[in-house]
Every structure is written in structure tokens, then in C-alpha cells.
């Protein structure tokens, strides 16, 4: 009686969904839930470990990463499986992790959101950094993102700045 099952094959961490909130249970690109599967799992689609859980995370899609978000310091944003020497498009939205609708699919932002387009290198990877307001400590914030030379959407993040 109560508490999480402990031992082999269990984990003790937030599985880092995009946005269970809304029932999305997909993985971000940080949860501890990739490759962390049955061993003896068949491999996921992408020929990576099988991951836990009911979706598995796409290592071959355009990847967006985020690292530091804490109020006060530079935070870096990555991008990595992305076309090479093509645009990637960021958006970021502190009102909400939608869906809104637009020409690649569904994107998880809400108005009002911000853009901004950024170019990969040879090797399909793009960099960033930015300084975060002290002020926005505690403050939820969503991103999401396009790579324009596949048309594919990068992966949905939900954070919160710390």
C-alpha cells in the first residue's frame, strides 16, 4: 500500500511527458524513460533501445533540446538532427502549450507566442544562447519548433524556468 513498485525494470523519476496536463504522454528529449526499456524489447522503429512507456521517442527526428533554464544565467537552446545548412524555426510561449494548427502539424504553443529562425550547420545542429530574466523564476514556459528543410516538427518541451 502506497507508493510506486520498486526494483528491476522500475524507475523512480518524472518520466518528462510533453504535457500531461492534456494527455499528452509523449517523451521530451531528456527523460529518463528513453532507452530505459525491456532489454530484451524488441528495438523502437528508430533501431534505438526500446523506451518505457506507450510512445517511444523518435532519436532520428529533428531534436530540440533547452539546458539551464534558470532565471538569472544563460540557457542554451540545441537543435540536432536537423537539415543541414537549412532553417529551424523556435517558437516559445509563456501563455500555454496549446495546440494550435499550423502548416506542419500541431504545434504545442499558445498565442501569444514568439519566433524566431535559426540555421544548422553541416552537421544539422543549430545553438543558441540566452540570457533569462531574473523575474521569470517559476514561470512555466512551452516550446516547440519546425525544421524547414524536412517540414517536420521538432519535439514539444514543457518547462519551467527555475
Known amino acids: 500500500m502506497g507508493g510506486w513498485p520498486t526494483g528491476t525494470g522500475n524507475i523512480n523519476a518524472d518520466p518528462l511527458y510533453v504535457d500531461p496536463v492534456n494527455s499528452n504522454l509523449h517523451l521530451q528529449s531528456d527523460s529518463p524513460c528513453i532507452d530505459a526499456g525491456d532489454p530484451n524489447s524488441p528495438l523502437d522503429p528508430d533501431g534505438t533501445l526500446a523506451d518505457m512507456g506507450a510512445y517511444y521517442y523518435d532519436q532520428t527526428s529533428p531534436n530540440l533540446s533547452v539546458m539551464n533554464l534558470i532565471a538569472g544565467q544563460m540557457a542554451t537552446v540545441e537543435f540536432t538532427n536537423c537539415t543541414p545548412n ?59 519548433g519546425v525544421d524547414l528543410g524536412s517540414d517536420r516538427m521538432l519535439n514539444p518541451l514543457a518547462m519551467t524556468i527555475q
Open 86 to 144: 537549412h532553417t529551424v524555426f523556435l517558437v516559445w510561449s509563456l501563455a500555454g502549450g496549446g495546440p494550435i494548427n499550423t502548416p506542419y502539424g500541431l504545434g504545442y504553443v499558445s498565442v501569444p507566442y514568439l519566433q524566431r529562425p535559426f540555421n544548422t550547420d553541416a552537421n544539422g545542429l543549430g545553438t543558441f544562447s540566452n540570457l533569462i530574466p531574473s523575474y521569470l523564476s517559476g514561470t512555466p514556459i512551452w516550446f516547440h
